[in-house]
């Protein structure tokens, strides 16, 4: 059977999400960005003005400043964006539940039957572009096709707020004159190995031999000669059957370099706060916590430490990370930053062998309670409104509402 393929991108999604609290902002040039005061000074996104001024994601707050001078920076709310998300996919599943997320802000949908209550792939496309829209005030681009790599190029094909249907009749007019790197999993280091074979367009890569590009290659050779024919084959998964969660982590650069224990209690303290938390709210617990420690020369060492029982509780969590740290770091050494993640997941209702200790100790109960009595009142009253005495201002750069990013 014909598969009839979607693939929708949110066009400038964190930018987008950010102007919703800015709309005096919606005409300028705007990009989100870290802290420069804090050293997290790089463009993460932007909008279709500050675009115009060949700003470009992961460049310098000062490059981009340059080449625009009355760009308006934001800072990054990632919890908005997860939030942004979940709605934009839930809406997705209004049409089908063959919804496979590829990343925070693009999904690939698989329409195939539910044409007869929806209409074509591209009236369904329509349909979506116009209530993520109307109910969340974002737009997005959405590929067409009967596969899901011509769909993803699809999306990328007419943006903002378009939708390009790239079919079995049209897709060599429409794709093949374009330079291979524009080709889905072609990066500049392929691109010029095969621009240094002749291989220029997608047409040219199509038309290649497929053993000369698997000598060239590798599997990568064979891979991306069948995507450029149209030969993708792979399925869009169901929305319930996504890969779970493995690991949920969180992670700084500072303001200024940690110098000894006391630093580096705030520092944890606030990271393991912000890891629980997910954990609770995802439902889950972790066997394990990992530390990745970068110094000022950004060397990295990571260490990491198994639990004796699975724990979504920042106390528990702050404790092994501290412990990692002071057998594995030496505490006159600066660091420059740390990031913390809870390893080896799994379901909080899962059973539980507990010791006899475990069974006898109800600190831990209380110690839950308190945690998720704390997610409540952030909940209502937002991130700022409780949080741990020794992280009030610090000047490390931890903030609590920005710190609460993924």
Known sequence: MDRTILHCDMDGFYASVELLDHPELKDSPVAVCGNPENRHGIILAKNARAKKYGITTAETVWQAKKKCPDLRLLPPHHYKYKEFSLKINDIYQRFTDMVEPFSIDESWLDVSASLKLFGTGKEIADMLRETVKTELGLTLSVGVSFNKIFAKMGSDYNKPDGTTVISCDNYKDILWPMNVRKMFFVGEATADKLNKTGIKTIGDLARSDRTLLTALLGKQGGMLYEYANGLDSSPVC???????????????????????????????TALSDTVASRLRKYQMKAFGVKVDIKDPEFKIISRQKQLSAPTNLAEEICRAAIEIISSSWRLRDPIRMLTITAINLCDENESEQLSLFDLADNSREESEKVERTIDNIRAKFGDKAITFGRVINNDIGIDMDDNRTE
């Open 238 to 268: 169901r929305y319930s059957e996504r890969e779970k969660i493995k690991s949920v982590g969180n992670g700084t650069t500072f303001r200024r370099n940690l110098q000894g224990m006391d630093d580096i209690k705030v520092a944890v």
